[in-house]
Nanobody, 126 residues
């Protein structure tokens, strides 16, 4: 079955950096667009960033544009989220997700995603 496993979360100070990883298995990774989402305490899960199957196209939420970078390594079946200039409001559980269909080019609403990882916690301390 499809598994998405996030890692790389932890405690970081304001202004610091972290790189999250999401390792995928059970699907032809190079055919799947991937996305990152986060859910802060007491808030809804929201979209952060997406990358198409080949890595040639990316998209970002305004809240992270210029600070976060999504990338992927199809040889390693892994998608990454490089996070710089972290702020306390970046504290959240971070999830990777994808649609059930390969070559997905639709919207990245939470309700559109089919496969989810269990998340990794990022805490930004001031």
């Amino acid at each position: 079955q499809v598994q998405l496993v996030e890692s790389g979360g932890g405690l970081v100070q304001v202004g610091g950096s972290l790189t999250l990883s999401c390792a995928a298995s059970g699907l032809p990774f190079s055919a799947y667009a991937m996305g990152w989402f986060r859910q802060a305490p007491g808030k809804e899960r929201v979209f952060l960033s997406s990358i198409n199957w080949g890595g040639s196209s990316t998209d970002y939420a305004d809240s992270v544009k210029g600070r976060f970078t999504i990338s992927r390594d199809n040889a390693k079946n892994t998608v990454y989220l490089q996070m710089n200039s972290l702020k306390p409001e970046d504290t959240a559980v971070y999830y990777c997700a994808t649609d059930r269909s390969p070559y997905y080019s639709g919207s990245w609403r939470v309700s559109d995603m089919y496969y989810w990882g269990k998340g990794t916690l990022v805490t930004v301390s001031s």
